[in-house]
Nanobody
């Protein structure tokens, strides 16, 4: 069974930065897209960022392009999300995801495995 464990969330002031990490166990991530979703308070989950199996392709929610950077280390079975220039509207629970099938993207909310989430709170 695939397990995803996020870390790195916290309370940060607007303009600050955070680096989220997601450690995966139960299978190698090498052949799978990895990514992140988030769920702001009172809102639905939304796709934030994804990365292909070898890191050669990354894709983002338009509103976070230029501020969020996704990366991965297959040797460590870990994916990261660097978040810069944080805004109060980035406040959300951030979830790590992995595709259920090899080489499939992680945009589809119904086609991924989920972590338990890590809270990011941005104060103004």
């Amino acid at each position: 069974q695939v397990q995803l464990v996020e870390s790195g969330g916290g309370l940060v002031q607007a303009g600050g930065s955070l680096r989220l990490s997601c450690a995966t166990s139960g299978r190698s991530i090498s052949n799978y897209h990895m990514g992140w979703f988030r769920q702001p308070p009172g809102k639905e989950r939304e796709f934030v960022a994804g990365i292909s199996w070898n890191g050669g392709m990354t894709y983002y929610l338009d509103s976070v392009k230029g501020r969020f950077t996704i990366s991965r280390d297959n040797a460590k079975n870990t994916v990261y999300l660097q978040i810069n220039s944080l805004k109060p509207e980035d406040t959300a629970t951030y979830y790590c995801v992995t595709s259920r099938t090899p080489q499939a993207t992680v945009r589809n909310i119904d086609s991924v495995w989920w972590g338990q989430g890590t809270q990011v709170t941005v104060s103004s």
